[in-house]
T-cell receptor, first 110, second 115 residues
Framework: DQQVKQNSPSLSVQEGRISILNCDYTNSMFDYFLWYKKYPAEGPTFLISISSIKDKNEDGRFTVFLNKSAKHLSLHIVPSQPGDSAVYFCAAHRDDKIIFGKGTRLHILP | DTEVTQTPKHLVMGMTNKKSLKCEQHMGHRAMYWYKQKAKKPPELMFVYSYEKLSINESVPSRFSPECPNSSLLNLHLHALQPEDSALYLC??????????????FGQGTRLTVV
């Protein structure tokens, strides 16, 4: 039973344009959500989080939107840069656990 | 210092060996985690320590034995592993459990190969 779903295994975006990564979840008890970026052979790096009581959080080029009624969140990266090419994991937290989605591989095209 | 340090970076061990993975953080975090990640899969939670006490064991086989000697250190003792246990083992820490915790910092991982 997958509680955090990232349905797009990969995404290609032109450099300078907006990248939108999507995530759906099934458990309404999650109290906050996180996005991690991962390069090959490295541990995940925290990017941005959002509490379940908010609908938007912004940090520089990264903005996360949360739609609780739809159990959906998205990460917007604008403008996209070559260094943004990586795997992005959506994750959700409750009861001391952080549960990860399967990840979306983002390719930034020159 | 926002680092979680894991050693060793790579480990090759036989099925009869005993080895340990180590994790260290000096951020004053009171929750520490072990995750296992197979290729092209998301990290899967194994254990959670909160205030140096084991709070979650995700039905991990007993050949994996966690230990938290103090608030800065987390070990994972390995014994009689199987080749299918080969994976990237990630340690993470976070400030605390509960709603005020907003992020977990991950180490670089230990790439384990069981032969």
């Amino acid at each position: 039973d997958q509680q955090v779903k990232q349905n797009s295994p990969s995404l290609s975006v032109q450099e300078g344009r907006i990248s939108i990564l999507n995530c759906d979840y099934t458990n309404s008890m999650f109290d906050y959500f996180l996005w991690y970026k991962k390069y090959p052979a490295e541990g995940p790096t925290f990017l941005i989080s959002i509490s379940s009581i908010k609908d938007k959080n912004e940090d520089g080029r990264f903005t996360v939107f949360l739609n609780k009624s739809a159990k959906h969140l998205s990460l917007h990266i604008v403008p996209s840069q070559p260094g943004d090419s990586a795997v992005y994991f959506c994750a959700a937290h409750r009861d001391d656990k952080i549960i990860f989605g399967k990840g979306t591989r983002l390719h930034i095209l020159p | 210092d926002t680092e979680v340090t894991q050693t060793p970076k790579h480990l090759v061990m036989g099925m009869t060996n005993k080895k340990s993975l180590k994790c260290e953080q000096h951020m004053g975090h009171r929750a520490m985690y072990w995750y296992k990640q197979k290729a092209k899969k998301p990290p899967e939670l194994m254990f959670v320590y909160s205030y140096e006490k084991l709070s979650i064991n995700e039905s991990v086989p007993s050949r994996f034995s966690p230990e938290c000697p103090n608030s800065s250190l987390l070990n994972l003792h390995l014994h009689a592993l199987q080749p299918e246990d080969s994976a990237l083992y990630l340690c993470a820490s976070s400030q605390d459990r509960g709603i005020m915790n907003t992020e977990a910092f991950f180490g670089q991982g230990t790439r384990l190969t069981v032969v």
